[in-house]
């Protein structure tokens, strides 16, 4: 080895100070509860009962872009980053919140008798309607006017997507089989009812039971009564 000394650079651990981090500060979301591998306490359902209700509570108030999560936490009893840890973002929580508050909306599997499985749809996925419950109505229709993709694509694929995937199955069906007009596709069958029934008790504001929603579907469809 030469005599001259070599100079040797160490690579000296960096302590990095902590930042603000999570959705709010654009860095990574906690993981979800169930997400997280055995460690800690078992999830607490009667926590996310609180700040699911709670979330509606203030969205009725507030709509979506008056929600804070500090207020939802506030109001329900617990910490944000108990929320932030359970829904790593506002629309998690959002869409969480009216998924729980609509019910399970999608029926019982197929029995093969079309008109009977129709109706099943509609008497799950219209209950919420039926019912009157206009702060629910008005809650969804706020999230239909919000100007945020991920929030709409969101909303869409939890919230939409599985009733109206089932409507146009069963519409293709009943095409398949004879039973309605066929010189329209079965997409176009299915939004004109869904849309037909948002728009009856939504925008005109006119209750409608279960019965009278499935009168509207099989009159605008076609089907026996």
């Not at 979330?55 to 929600?67: D, K, P």
Request: overall charge positive; aromatic content about 4%; charged content about 25%.
């Amino acid at each position: 080895m030469s005599g001259a000394s070599r100079s040797v650079t160490r690579s000296t651990p960096r302590c990095e100070t902590p930042g603000p981090s999570g959705p709010a500060h654009g860095g990574p979301a906690p993981l979800n509860d169930r997400e997280r591998p055995g460690r800690g306490r078992p999830r607490d359902a009667s926590i996310d009962q609180a700040v699911l209700d709670a979330t509606i509570v203030l969205l009725g108030a507030h709509g979506y872009t008056g929600l804070r999560i500090e207020e939802v936490a506030r109001t329900a009893g617990t910490a944000k980053t108990t929320i932030y840890r359970r829904w790593p973002t506002r629309t998690h929580l959002v869409v969480a919140a009216i998924e729980r508050a609509l019910g399970g909306r999608l029926p019982p599997p197929a029995t093969g008798d079309l008109l009977l499985d129709l109706d099943r749809l509609i008497e799950a996925a219209f209950a919420p309607l039926s019912k009157g419950n206009a702060g629910l109505v008005s809650i969804t229709m706020d999230i239909h006017r919000q100007d945020d993709d991920g929030l709409r694509a969101t909303y869409r694929s939890r919230i939409i997507d599985p009733v109206r995937q089932r409507a146009i199955a069963l519409a293709a069906r009943a095409q398949r089989e004879g039973i309605v007009r066929n010189d329209l596709a079965p997409q176009v069958l299915a939004d004109a009812a869904i849309g037909g029934l948002v728009y009856r008790t939504a925008i005109l504001g006119e209750p409608m039971t279960t019965a009278q929603a499935k009168e509207f579907v099989h009159g605008l469809m076609g089907l026996p009564g």
